[in-house]
Nanobody
């Protein structure tokens, strides 16, 4: 079971990025998927999650309305579209998966390596 996050980079405040999470060794369609982030010197925090079929999502308050989590089970992929980025969104972003049917906010058992997002002018 492997997850690989990609798509991070340097972006100016107000800009957009789309992160991707590719799964290998298993099929995602039985799993809830989430994105977490860890800013320098801080703990890893929940960002967004999506249930197994994309019908239900959950977001932390600070990204509600700016970020959109989605998935494509046919491609074994999940995504995080990030718009109106702010300097405080700077962090290493991780995707995670767990068996389940709702958009959990914790308890994830499978993790990918992180991808760094830097929001700076």
């Amino acid at each position: 079971v492997q997850l690989q996050a990609s798509g991070g980079g340097l972006v100016q405040p107000g800009g957009s990025l789309r992160l991707s999470c590719a799964a290998s060794g298993f099929t995602l369609d039985s799993y809830a998927i989430a994105w977490f982030r860890q800013a320098p010197g801080k703990e890893r925090d929940f960002v967004a999650s999506i249930n197994w079929n994309g019908g239900s999502t959950s977001y932390t308050d600070s990204v509600e309305g700016r970020f959109t989590i989605s998935r494509d089970n046919a491609k074994n992929m999940a995504y995080l579209q990030m718009n109106s980025l702010k300097p405080e969104d700077t962090a290493v972003y991780y995707c995670a998966a767990m068996v389940g049917s709702i958009p959990y906010r914790s308890g994830y058992e499978y993790w990918g390596q992180g991808t760094l997002v830097t929001v700076s002018s």
